[in-house]
């Protein structure tokens, strides 16, 4: 899942749009014989800036992560219902003045697996570069959130908490 | 009198067509919501008047609810806005004295077609779904089975370094022979799983699934040639000869496959 953080002072007042130009997604399970990250670099996205505030979508396809074992990914492929539900979707809107400093909290609406999670005032870190933005943080996503069984290897369950850490870079189209 | 009583009269005719002219009128009311459920307060409702472009205007409260009363008969044009989604614009035809109700869901401003993802690409499969659990489900039952099988192979390894020898004893021969035969049940059961589970178009095989596939190759025919070698060597015992020939290899095939089997359950245990 990405998402993308725009200073909303410098974005926001003019109308414009923001397209995501590449991402790392990296999600992190946690086993007592394994640790496990799955690495994405197949979202995309988009920001349009209206009156007093811009609104943003970020997809990905969950078929595009990859853990490094094909048998694994297919497991969690299987497990997050990805057959019926082959893209996780993150939608936010930053209201005009959200933030002057590097860091925007943002409210988060993330559809996974079939189901909609809110996460309130995730963390962010933001770099402008002209018209560039460099955007990082973490998703502080977990399994039950989105009503998916726990994996097991050897009857042992994976850890409820799976962070997503993301980092992108925008342009703005003028 | 007669000025006061036409006076009266035009009073009483006003107020009949005034009553009658807002029995006609409707009231035109509903709720706004986002595709998620949840109500948009503050959108902005416009109601135009197709006939003379007359235009009335209102805004959602904070239960996402409209009302817009005193509507003539008539058709209109029904706009609703408010920020981060697509403007709606439905028609929506009054009728005489008749109040209606015109819920409006509005639409993301920005969709997965706008990011370039094609409906194949964002359509899911209750088909492929369908194969996945069964993949998961078969394989998951491999897995269990591989590792039940774990426990009569250890068994029968050890017996095997009992079986064999000119001092062992027909029992101990036996138990080595049912274990074996136990083993092999179990085994060639978990292996029936994993060949049959369904297979997904297009999936690059990587990782350590690799190593464990490939190990198959040496602990499947060894599953094969371990007890028809074991089968020899129980005869020639059974008739008091010394295990020769082939069947002496018995014991290496078997320690060979043992380990082969092993090394397979840590290749996806264990992170190397």
Partial sequence: ?174 | MSSRASGCTRVILFTLALSGTLRAQGTLSGTVTAPSGAVVPNAKVSLKRIADGLTTETRTDSGGSYKVPDLRPGDYELSVAAEGYRPSTVTVTMVAGVNQTNDVQLRPLLSLEDLGFSAAQTRGSAEEQARLDKRSHMLKVHQRLGLITAIPLAATVITGTFAGGRATTSTTRDVHAVLGSLTAGLYFTSASFAIFAPKIPGTRVHGPIRLHKALAWIHGPGMILTPVLGAMAFAQRSRGERVHGIASAHSVVAVVTAAAYGASILSVSLKF
Wanted: charged letters at 20%; hydrophobic letters at 40%.
């Fill in chain 1, 1 to 174: 899942m990405t998402f993308l953080l725009l200073s909303a002072l410098t974005l926001i007042q003019t109308p414009s749009q923001w397209v995501l130009d590449s991402s790392t997604l990296r999600f992190h399970v946690s086993h007592p014989l394994h640790q496990v990250d799955g690495v994405s670099h197949a979202a995309r996205g988009r920001g349009v800036c209206q009156a007093r505030s811009c609104v943003f979508l970020i997809a990905v396809p969950i078929k595009s992560f990859d853990s490094g074992d094909s048998n694994r990914d297919l497991h969690m492929l299987q497990t997050t219902r990805g057959g019926q539900f082959p893209i996780v979707t993150v939608r936010t809107q930053l209201p005009e003045g959200a933030t002057r400093s590097d860091t925007v909290y943002a409210d988060l609406e993330i559809e996974f697996a079939g189901q909609t999670a809110h996460y309130a005032r995730v963390p962010f870190h933001v770099v402008m570069d002209g018209d560039e933005a460099r955007v990082s943080g973490t998703i502080p996503a977990t399994i039950s959130d989105f009503k998916i069984d726990r994996p097991t290897l050897l009857t042992i369950p994976i850890k409820n908490e799976i962070p997503v850490y993301v980092e992108s870079t925008w342009h703005r189209e003028k």
